[in-house]
């Protein structure tokens, strides 16, 4: 093997590793999700747009924090902000992603634990997670494949092999056709 094939080939090992590894933390989450999506109660909330910081970059203007109360008291939680069905409130402060300010959302949550909640329900969440996990184990497996195929190339190739002359004359193998 040479020495890029192998340099390729230790990076594709490498990020065949990372896709089954978030594979399985996809697995995790989606096993979490589904288990939460039976017992999820629906609740109103109010969502504000993200603070936008000093760098800011394209995720902070899609980022929106939530609150909601359950049982007199007040959970937060943050997500995508949802798309804005009624433009008929005229004065609203609307934001690029078309957020009106204090927009009322609906919060799925944990009876058990609010603190566990989200503007998506846990099923499609489940959904969506399956989703990921069947894409990146997809990507791991053609990695793995792409290793496999530099090995088996670099393996079938002979070493050069370089042998010196009286004459202090370097002379290839393959210009010889003889090995030395």
């Known amino acids: ?16 590793l990372c896709a089954f590894a978030y594979g399985g933390l996809c ?5 979490h999700d589904v288990n939460l999506a039976k017992t999820e109660v629906a609740t109103s909330g109010q969502a504000r747009l993200h603070p936008q910081g000093k760098n800011s970059d394209i995720f902070d203007s899609l980022r929106c924090d939530y609150t909601f109360m359950v049982n007199g008291r ?15 409130v005229k004065g609203a ?30 099923g499609a969440r489940n ?14 497996v053609v990695l ?9 190339a670099g393996g079938n190739k002979a070493p050069q092999q370089v042998a010196a002359d009286s004459g202090e004359t370097v002379v290839h193998s393959d210009e010889t056709g003889s090995e030395p």
Do not use: W
């Open 1 to 16: 093997m040479t020495a890029s094939s192998r340099s390729v080939g230790g990076s594709a090992l490498l990020l065949s």
């Open 27 to 31: 697995i995790y989450s989606a096993r």
């Open 74 to 88: 007040f959970y937060s939680g943050y997500g995508i902000c949802p798309a804005q069905k009624d433009h008929s």
């Open 93 to 122: 402060l609307e934001n690029l992603s078309g957020l009106l300010q204090d927009q009322k959302v609906t919060v799925y949550y944990d009876p058990a634990d609010p603190t566990t909640n989200s503007m998506i329900e846990f």
């Open 127 to 140: 959904a969506y997670d399956n989703k990921k996990a069947n894409l990146s184990i997809l990507v791991g």
């Open 144 to 152: 793995l494949i792409v290793v496999g195929v530099l090995y088996v």
